[in-house]
T-cell receptor, first 113, second 115 residues
């Protein structure tokens, strides 16, 4: 069974600075997808970024980028130029063969002014 | 448009009540999901519907009864709930089930309180 581990329960960052959220996963599959979802205090879960395992190039979406290390089974999220609106719970998620999205425990990110 | 809508936003019910949660999407997605989420925890999958048929039930108690009347609509009927069922109930949809390329899009959730 796949597992997803987020080892940082909470993190803080100053506005305009850069922060990296960690995620590791365990799987025996070779073809899978990884996601970062953001859930602000208003609670809507929003897709931030996704990465295909077969692509070596790291995904980027504006201020959000990932560092995908397939051999190490690591999938960290870097947020550049942090904004107050980035304050949220961030979930790393894995989807392999099948129907289920496996979530990590989440990291609460607080952006301070 | 990647919008999934859910009603109501908040629901308070007694343990003897019967109520329903509603989820709607107009993206043409053929897979729809119900999740339960406790505070500061990740969502837990409850049910998956694929092409309007129930394909996964994660051993959810029978007091939760899902229904998919059509490809755009998903309901969750609630009856004789317990206080521990209080949680945020999230609906999600994706283009297809079982395809790992497909991203799930979430609704804003219904905050359920059982008294």
């Amino acid at each position: 069974a796949q597992t997803v581990t987020q080892s940082q329960p909470e993190m803080s960052v100053q506005e305009a600075e850069t922060v990296t959220l960690s995620c590791t996963y365990d799987t025996s599959e070779n073809n899978y997808y990884l996601f970062w979802y953001k859930q602000p205090p208003s609670r809507q879960m929003i897709l931030v970024i996704r990465q295909e395992a077969y692509k070596q190039q790291n995904a980027t979406e504006n201020r959000f980028s990932v560092n995908f290390q397939k051999a190490a089974k690591s999938f960290s999220l870097k947020i550049s130029d942090s904004q107050l609106g980035d304050t949220a719970m961030y979930f790393c998620a894995f989807r392999g063969y099948g129907n289920k999205l496996v979530f990590g425990a989440g990291t609460i990110l607080r952006v301070k002014s | 448009d990647t919008e999934v809508t859910q009603t109501p936003k908040h629901l308070v019910m007694g343990m003897t009540n019967k109520k329903s949660l509603k989820c709607e999407q107009h993206m043409g997605h053929r897979a729809m999901y119900w999740y339960k989420q406790k505070a500061k925890k990740p969502p837990e999958l409850m049910f998956v519907y694929s092409y309007e048929k129930l394909s996964i039930n994660e051993s959810v108690p029978s007091r939760f009864s899902p229904e998919c009347p059509n490809s755009s609509l998903l309901n969750l009927h609630l009856h004789a709930l317990q206080p521990e069922d209080s949680a945020l109930y999230l609906c999600a949809s994706s283009p297809r089930e079982g395809v790992n390329t497909d991203t799930q899009y979430f609704g804003p959730g219904t905050r359920l309180t059982v008294l």
